[in-house]
């Protein structure tokens, strides 16, 4: 029978996870820390969000335990997202399997979900930053920094993950997920740009966009490859390619391991292209600079032709054979050493959070305390640019709140050391242990 649930953020997952839980029949409050539901949404898709995608193969996402994703996403995937939001007045526009509003407008989307918790009845507090969950025989006891106090029978965390701070995702949900006994994965920026140790090119290659291909290798070993626009920045590189795979260079360089980034800027060249090309490079009376032009963006050929020593104004007839040679190099694999990422402040998604061991993958609920559910970014799950990450946000806010208005729970002995490990109940709460 469906009781009192209280779902802590409203973030996508929140909203979805408040929603679904009341139509279910709960009594659901959401608990917001700002003074705007669902501010993050605002920002995605540059304010256009694409809010799901065509293609939800499993590839698509990353998470800490091989699979765990499948479970929502098949239960609720891009089909009954596209009805959850259409019967609440939202149409959707295809862009190549990439789904946006049919207004490209963000707002919309977060409107859309607002008018359904009213029509609902989900009070939806904000300015109400949780600081403190507590598990009892009688439910849980929840502390907000204002100092208010509920008591409900299941909890939802939503709080988000670290990425984009300003907007809410501050890293508290991990705090509160750790207070009550779970493990939390090393949280780090994903989909985010890349920090190179060659300041030389960057110097003069700053502000150029140009297609290629990105490769990147950890430890001499290759964990992720994309091809579209680069942006080529002050400080490294950045672009959808490029957030593709930032995830995999967080880790790595949290691991103290040697990242490198190649790029391809010749992609679409075949080998008998490139040897063509290399032809062309003995044969042609052009200066190089104007040759290059022909090939790639201005700054990007300047910056190749500072690091071979060559002005542009050089034939091309008259490049040493190291020199011809190096430049094709960096024409097809430039390699470049990654130093860092830039923070959470720019990424678009937090890689890592609660460790997926500690949660039932079909309800999202925690192996350690029954009537704890977790939904969206907080969990180790992240996903490729693409409409990836709300999909699972919006799959995994359906589970987590169909199962906790339907009082699906674990055996109680599947919590009792974690509640041990943190002494919870009231009078740990009163006290202040959690």
């Known amino acids: 029978m469906a009781g009192k649930v209280l779902v802590i953020g409203c973030g996508a997952a929140g909203f979805v996870a408040a929603i679904t839980a009341a139509r279910c029949g709960a009594d659901v409050t959401v608990l917001e820390g700002g003074s705007t539901p669902g501010k993050k949404l605002l920002s995605t898709g ?5 809010f799901t995608n065509r293609d939800m193969e499993l590839s698509h996402f990353h998470a800490g335990k091989k699979g765990f994703p499948a479970a929502a996403l098949t239960a609720f995937g891009t089909d009954e997202t596209l009805s959850f939001f259409r019967n609440l007045g939202l149409y959707s526009s295809d862009r190549g399997g990439y789904l946006y509003p049919r207004s490209e407008q963000a707002a919309a989307v977060r409107e859309a979900l607002e008018h359904e918790c009213a029509r609902l009845s989900v009070e939806l507090l904000t300015d109400q930053k949780v600081i403190r969950i507590a598990s009892s025989r009688e439910g849980f006891h929840v502390e907000t920094l204002s100092g208010k106090r509920f008591l409900s029978s299941a909890v939802i965390l939503a709080a988000g993950g670290q990425a984009a701070p300003k907007t809410g995702s501050d890293g508290s949900g991990f705090r509160l997920a750790s207070s009550l006994g779970h493990r939390i994965i090393p949280p780090v920026p994903a989909l985010t740009s890349l920090k190179v140790q ?9 502000g150029t966009r140009t297609k290629g291909e990105i490769r990147l290798l950890v430890d001499g070993r290759e964990c992720g490859r994309d091809t579209g626009e680069l942006q080529l920045t002050e400080y490294g590189i950045s672009g959808i390619p490029v957030f593709q795979v930032s995830r995999h260079a967080s880790y790595g360089l949290l691991d103290g391991k040697p990242v490198h980034a190649v790029l391809q800027f010749l992609p679409e060249f075949s ?28 700054r990007l050929a300047q910056a190749l032709l500072g690091e071979i020593g060559c002005r542009e104004s050089t034939p091309c007839y008259a490049l040493k054979g190291n020199q011809k040679r190096r430049l094709l190099e ?7 050493t990654i130093t860092g990422t830039l923070d959470f402040e720019s990424a678009q998604v937090t890689a890592g959070g609660v460790d997926l061991e500690e949660v039932e993958p079909v309800t999202l609920q925690s192996r350690l305390i029954p009537g704890l559910f977790f939904a969206g970014e907080i969990l180790d799950v992240d996903g490729s640019c693409g409409g990836y990450n709300l999909q699972w946000a919006w799959s995994s806010g359906y589970a987590a709140g169909k199962a906790a208005a339907e009082g699906k729970r674990l055996p109680e002995s599947a919590g009792s050391s ?10 740990a709460f009163r006290k ?3």
């Open 330 to 336: 960096m024409l097809t694999g430039l390699d470049l």
């Open 418 to 427: 974690a509640i041990r490990r943190t002494g919870s109940g009231e009078e």
């Open 432 to 434: 202040g242990e959690v």
């Open 198 to 206: 060659e300041v030389s090119l960057c110097r003069i290659w700053k």
């Open 46 to 50: 540059n304010g256009r969000c694409n």
């Open 271 to 298: 080998r008998e292209d490139l040897s063509g090309l290399k032809e062309d490079f003995s044969r042609s009376s052009m200066d190089i600079g104007s040759f290059l032009r022909g090939l790639l963006p201005a």
